[in-house]
């Protein structure tokens, strides 16, 4: 499984549609503090699936649709488009190619896509399940995050091995 | 099941013997379950011994070594069960220069078999990478995104500056 | 008393614009008592817009967004009551290169009535002290010091490699 | 009031009798992750009366004592001593050079000294009262804590106004 490409409009500060093309190997994002980096890292976790504003530093589900800036108004919706390769057959569906997408808007209303077709929540997590990249996983670390492997109680590391299980 | 958590730590505990001793350039390390009788709420303590110093509680150690010492447990399970793909946010912040050498090497070897997503502002790490995403705000509060490919003799501070205009 | 309080509350909250603009190169801030009429319970809100962008929750800032507010506002109490001496350990490990100098130019400022002790990786804050202790550990588990004091022409990342040695 | 030096023997890496010379303006400590600089740093709180051994990265009092390397033994006892110019009388003491001695033991005995008279832990921490080096103090910044000044509550922000004020 390899993931293809990351497509962002009005998530964050990716107000612009925005698209980033993954290749096999290493990708450095880089750049000035505030510039936009961990919100892309935001988008990752939130098109596969994450309901907790918290985990993407907001207190509403809403916080992520851009909210504005000095010269721009806030806009109505966001949404996050990921394409993932999946020749090899690693994640559970058996598109060889499959896209989800993932949008909020300002009502609070959600929609879900796999393959432009609508879908729950609930499909998109099971696509990742069992892979590693599922919820808990040890493939994601957020900004501040890794100390906190250490600092966890014995028993919450747990939840790791039973990933990896 | 039992046999898949035992099997799970004990393959998880070896890599970690072997991927702290890489990164720390020798040491020793222990994975000890807290409860072995009940695998379902036993906790797992970690105890590690930096090269030529005692083994001490994991809060004694420095913001470094403690950085350095959760990657090694997240590459053990990488290497135990691997995930097609890998997110890292700046978790090479608190390492020296030397420390962040080896963590480099480390991503290197394992990006043959799985992608990585790697956010820094360390030019050592970003000469890991063949391929940068320069995130910019030339729009205050609107990120814009530049894709560069590294030219070999490339030098990643200037890359950095040219970004921060 | 009533009055202290209060004359501290504005004088802090004046020092913390003024700061804020500097680190920031721009950008507003306000602090917002969350109980006035009880100000012996009484929290205090921070709000902050940086440059360009639309006041958000703290939560939402990057994490050098957040490291640069929280110096304005130490700077702004050390500015209201000066401190004979401050610590700082490591507060620049998530600044990019012009936050650091920003910030660099901040604490030279401050130093001329304050002694200030500075642990740092960072070259740019190093050129910054005229004096450099260096820690090493020849002996592994055992800490030695030397003691430097600058040249006007010394490269910082050479002496910090000779450290490493 | 100014640091002169601080001395150490026997504190967490710093087996060996050590001395630390404070001039004006900004000192840097550095070196390679590991080594003893934020050691050095827990140090001076210690000296100045910390009593909680969480704020000093220990579970027990007795963990500041060096607990022995490879090829060296534990040993007995810990002693930081700091001296400090008091001329312009900034202190809450008649003294114009004062220096501040904390021994701890094996056992758990504890011994401060005020120029080499015996006295209270009280009487070195009533020494800093209402300088901004006192407990709960904003000059004192340790590793990975400049977060906590903006996650902690709206009303656990009171303290430091109460401080300034
Ligand atoms: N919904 C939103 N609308 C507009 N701006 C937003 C929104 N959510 C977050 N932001 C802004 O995004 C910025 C943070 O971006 P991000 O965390 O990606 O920075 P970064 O590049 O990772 O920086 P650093 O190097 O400091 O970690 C903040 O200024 C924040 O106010
Ligand atoms: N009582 C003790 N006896 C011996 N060693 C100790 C004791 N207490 C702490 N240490 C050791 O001190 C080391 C940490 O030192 P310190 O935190 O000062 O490093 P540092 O120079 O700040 O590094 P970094 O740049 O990673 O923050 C750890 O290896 C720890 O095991
Ligand atoms: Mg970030
Ligand atoms: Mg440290």
Redesign the interface.
């Known amino acids: 499984?390899?993931?293809k490409k990351l497509q962002l409009v009005g998530f964050?500060?990716?107000?612009?549609k925005?698209e980033?093309?993954?290749?096999?190997?290493?990708?450095?994002?880089?750049?000035?503090?505030?510039?936009?980096?961990?919100?892309?890292?935001d988008a990752?976790l939130w098109v596969m699936g994450e309901q907790n504003p918290?985990l993407l530093?907001?207190?509403d589900s809403r916080?992520v649709i851009f909210?504005?800036?000095?010269?721009?108004k806030p806009m109505g919706m966001s949404e996050v488009r990921l394409t993932l390769d999946n020749s090899d057959q690693?994640l559970a569906t058996d598109f060889k190619e499959i896209t989800i997408t993932r949008r909020i808007y300002r009502s609070g209303d959600s929609q879900y896509l796999i393959n432009g077709g609508a879908c729950r929540m609930k499909d998109i997590v099971d696509i990742f399940l069992d892979?590693?990249?599922g919820k808990g996983?040890?493939?994601?670390?957020?900004?501040?995050?890794?100390?906190a492997?250490?600092?966890s109680?014995?028993?919450?590391?747990?939840e790791?091995?039973?990933?990896?299980? | 099941t039992r046999d898949a958590f035992m099997q799970t730590f004990y393959g998880v505990s070896d890599h970690f013997s072997r991927i702290f001793q890489r990164l720390f350039n020798g040491g020793s390390t222990k994975l000890v379950l807290t409860n072995p009788d009940d695998l379902l709420e036993t906790g797992i303590d970690v105890i590690v011994q930096p090269p030529g110093k005692k083994a001490q509680s994991l809060s004694l150690l420095s913001g470094g070594e403690r950085a350095l010492t959760a990657t090694a447990l997240l590459f053990s399970f990488l290497a135990y069960k691997p995930s097609p793909f890998v997110l890292m946010d700046e978790v090479d912040a608190p390492l020296d220069g030397a420390n962040v050498e080896r963590f480099v090497q480390l991503i290197k070897e394992y990006s043959d078999n799985t992608q990585f997503l790697v956010i820094t502002h360390n030019p050592a790490t970003m000469e890991a990478a063949p391929r940068w995403y320069g995130v910019t705000m030339h729009d205050p509060g609107i990120s814009k995104v530049l894709a560069y490919t590294v030219p070999s003799e490339s030098i990643p501070s200037e890359i950095d500056e040219a970004i921060q205009l």
Do not use: C, H, W
């Open positions: 499984m390899q993931i964050k500060t990716f107000a612009d925005t980033i093309d993954f290749s096999e190997g290493i990708t450095a994002v880089v750049g000035p503090n505030g510039s936009g980096k961990s919100n892309i890292a990752l918290r530093r907001g207190n916080d909210a504005g800036s000095d010269k721009r690693t892979t590693g990249m996983a040890y493939s994601f670390v957020s900004q501040n995050e890794i100390d492997v250490l600092s109680k014995a028993e919450d590391r747990r790791l091995f039973e990933e990896a299980a």
